[in-house]
Structure formats: C-alpha cells, structure tokens
C-alpha cells in the first residue's frame, strides 16, 4: 500500500525559507518519479515540482520557479522540497504525489494524472 507522508510545512514570514520533507513506502521508491503540488484556498490544485527516480531530470512549475529545489534521497525513501524567498501567496496546502506506475515520468507527473497522493502538509506566509 502506498504511502506518502508529508512534512515541514509552518508558518514562516515571507522572504523565509521552508523545507519540505516526503517520506514515502509500499512501492520501490527509487524506480519512481515523485511530485510536489500546491492548493490555495480556493483554488485548483497547481503543479510545483517533480524529480525522476535517479534524481538527474526535475522539472517545476512556472510559480515558484527560480525559489524552489527538489531533490530526494533514495536511500531514505524521501523526497524534499526546498522553497526559498517565500510569497505570502505560496500559502498553501503542499502535497506529495507519486505515479501509479513506475513508468510514469517526471514530465508526466506534471499532469496530474493517475498519482497517489499524500495528505498534504500546511505552509502559511505572512506579511
């Protein structure tokens, strides 16, 4: 059974930085490509970030890109998201999410579709 369990989330004053941390298990986490998401109220859940299961191709949205990094550590099986010079609004609910096969590639991730998902993490900027 699949699961992803996300943390690190808070409260920061913008221009602060968080780290987001996604532990995963139930599936052999280095043959799959992993992704963050992000939900403000209300709005449509947005793509942020993905990273392929060796690590060598990442991709992110156009939102925060240029503030953010995701890396993971297979080792671990963990996924983490590196977000800089935080926005009041990047408030969000951040998720992590993994394809339902191992074919499924970072670009793919992207889309949004078919991926198991975690049950978010807060992150909340202030002004």
């Known amino acids: 059974q699949v699961q992803l369990l996300e943390s690190g989330g808070g409260l920061v004053q913008a221009g602060g930085s968080l780290r987001l941390s996604c532990a995963a298990s139930?599936?052999?986490?280095?043959?799959?490509?992993m992704g963050w998401f992000r939900q403000a109220p209300g709005k449509e859940r947005e793509f942020v970030a993905a990273?392929?299961?060796?690590?060598?191709?990442?991709i992110y949205g156009d939102s925060m890109k240029g503030r953010l990094t995701i890396s993971r550590d297979n080792a671990k099986n963990t996924v983490y998201l590196q977000m800089n010079s935080l926005k009041p609004e990047d408030t969000a609910v951040y998720y992590c999410?993994?394809?339902?096969?191992?074919?499924?590639?970072?670009?793919?991730?992207?889309?949004?579709?078919?991926?198991?998902w975690g049950q978010g993490t807060q992150v909340t900027v202030s002004s």
């Open positions: 139930g599936f052999t986490f280095r043959a799959y490509a």
């Open positions: 999410a993994v394809g339902r096969n191992p074919f499924t590639t970072a670009q793919a991730i992207s889309t949004m579709t078919d991926l198991n």
């Open positions: 990273i392929s299961g060796t690590g060598s191709v990442t």
